[in-house]
């Protein structure tokens, strides 16, 4: 079964399973883009129910061909800014680190706005539906919504990386973020270090959380980011290599910056 007929398996189970739930329009594709267009938007507002093992074999074979249809990016492809600290610009989702951090909502199920290219959507698609399972399995095993400025790891399944930490990150309003709002964010990226620690992680990667959808400024964002995971590095020892992975050149100029300073 060569790619196109494994999308066509896919999109033809996704689409029957979804006959009496959510509205999604399906008009017809003939191009494999707008097949896997079709096939993401289907996953993404695809609720997290149990699915076949022949869906998952199929669905494991796919995105692993289309993930290393580009090119990994690996600790060893990157230069230190400093001892332990990195800056890359580009999709996170390439990475091939130990962990990768993903910005998630309190719901904590991953983005299911079909096709929407928040950090937590491309996450979810690229890793496969098993990931939305197990952050069921948390939430459900909790029995409450994320709290802001914590962290839970689970398997990449199909991503580079070997584990996604999640993270739920302060929304700024139209009031500005507040001193709490900022301890909130700090949080959140001291949730992830611990985390990878316990977990014995070696390299960890960061995204700009909070900064898309929850607003948060972009260059206060990056002063916390890289104050606090200094910080905890020299408060703990920790020999955690971190990647700071930015993707609007915006991002890159501040980081640029700020870690010029450090």
């Known amino acids: 079964m060569n790619q196109e007929e494994k999308l066509d398996y896919l999109i033809d189970y996704l689409q029957k399973e979804n006959l009496h739930q959510q509205a999604f329009s399906t008009e017809r594709t003939e191009t494999i883009d707008e097949k896997i267009a079709l096939f993401r938007g289907l996953c993404n507002i695809r609720p997290p129910r149990q699915v076949s093992e022949a869906f998952l074999n199929i669905q494991d074979a796919f995105l692993t061909e289309?993930?290393?249809?580009?090119?990994?990016?690996?600790?060893?492809?990157?230069?230190?800014?400093?001892?332990?600290?990195?800056?890359?610009?580009?999709?996170?989702?390439?990475?091939?680190?130990?962990?990768?951090?993903n910005a998630a909502n309190s719901n904590f199920l991953g983005c299911t706005q079909a096709n929407h290219n928040c950090?937590?959507?491309i996450?979810?698609?690229?890793?496969?539906?098993?990931?939305?399972?197990?952050?069921h399995d948390i939430i459900e095993s909790q029995g409450r919504k994320e709290p802001i400025g914590k962290a839970k790891i689970t398997k990449a399944y199909n991503l580079p990386s070997r584990y996604v930490i999640h993270t739920?990150?302060?929304?700024?309003?139209?009031?500005?973020?507040?001193?709490f709002k900022e301890h909130l964010l700090a949080s959140s990226y001291e949730s992830c270090l611990?985390?990878?620690?316990?977990?014995?992680l070696r390299s960890i990667?960061?995204?700009?959380?909070?900064?898309?959808?929850?607003?948060?400024?972009?260059?206060?964002?990056?002063?916390?980011?890289?104050n606090t995971v200094t910080r905890y590095l020299n408060k703990t020892g920790s020999k955690l290599q971190v990647i700071f992975d930015v993707f609007k050149d915006k991002d890159l100029h501040i980081y640029e910056r700020l870690l010029r300073k450090e």
């Open 194 to 200: 611990q985390l990878a620690d316990e977990h014995a």
């Open 119 to 121: 950090i937590d959507n």
């Open 123 to 135: 996450i979810h698609t690229r890793a496969g539906v098993q990931l939305r399972l197990d952050c």
């Open 168 to 179: 739920v990150g302060p929304f700024i309003d139209e009031r500005g973020p507040s001193a």
């Open 205 to 226: 990667a960061f995204c700009s959380i909070s900064t898309g959808e929850f607003n948060f400024p972009n260059e206060q964002a990056a002063e916390i980011a890289i």
């Open 66 to 101: 289309w993930n290393h249809s580009r090119p990994s990016v690996s600790l060893e492809d990157l230069t230190p800014v400093h001892p332990q600290l990195y800056l890359w610009q580009g999709d996170i989702t390439r990475l091939a680190v130990d962990g990768i951090v």
